[in-house]
């Protein structure tokens, strides 16, 4: 056509070079949306076939982001101290939770005293005038849920009926006071001795130690 060149000649060479120059044009049009589709030319077959091209996935642009993108390490390492904090957390609630139960089955009357020692001894200067008469034992942790406890022994040297308000101080292994419990007995005979509860709400490691702080006869 207007080439004066054979059919079977240079014509179809102008041919496939109009059809590679418009899909090279095509290709780059279809790149800038994200969809890169070659499709072939047909020299004599008019079947329509084409092969299509994925691009590989890119990552995130980093000006999306906000600082520096956590490291898979430092990610782990959150998790790791996320997970040590909620185990915690879990293990003094659940001993507390234990320490409420435990104190909830003893008498009503021996709850009011503890209430009554803890008013008591807030105008108590010093240890008070009965720390001779108190001492702590151990109690095994199946008999109290599995939580840290100890029984006061409180004793009446005097010859008269009489209260007593007692304040436990639980120590952890540094020394540090860590709670604090307070224990009444109401209306203890002469000579008589009793064995009220303090009972500590913390979780059952690190293992305290119980010391009486203060002890009042009134």
Avoid at 105 to 112: C, K
Avoid at 158 to 171: E, H, I, L, P
Wanted: charged share 20%; proline share 7%; hydrophobic share 35%.
């Amino acid at each position: 056509m207007g080439s004066g060149v054979s059919r079977g000649g240079r014509r179809l060479r102008v041919r496939r070079f109009r059809c590679f120059r418009s899909a090279s044009a095509a290709v780059a049009v279809l790149a800038t949306a994200g969809t890169l589709t070659l499709t072939a030319c047909g020299g004599g077959n008019n079947n329509g076939g084409g092969t299509t091209v994925r691009p590989s996935p890119t990552p995130p642009a980093t000006e999306s982001f906000t600082g520096t993108p956590p490291s898979p390490l430092s990610s782990a390492a959150s998790s790791a101290v996320a997970s040590a904090r909620a185990s915690a957390s879990a293990a003094a609630s659940s001993a507390s939770a234990r320490a409420d139960e435990f104190e909830a089955s003893v008498s009503a009357a021996a709850e009011r005293a503890n209430q009554e020692a803890h008013k008591r001894l807030a105008n108590v200067q010093g240890r008070g005038n009965a720390v001779s008469d108190v001492s702590l034992s151990g109690i095994p942790r199946a008999q109290v849920n599995d939580l840290q406890a100890a029984h006061v022994n409180i004793h009446n040297s005097t010859d008269k009926t009489a209260n007593f308000a007692v304040q436990v101080d639980f120590r952890d292994p540094n020394g540090k006071v860590v709670e604090t419990r307070y224990v009444g007995a109401e209306n203890v005979r002469p000579g008589q001795t009793v064995h009220p509860y303090a009972i500590s709400h913390q979780p059952p490691q690190p293992v305290l130690k119980p010391e009486v702080a203060k002890a009042e006869r009134y």
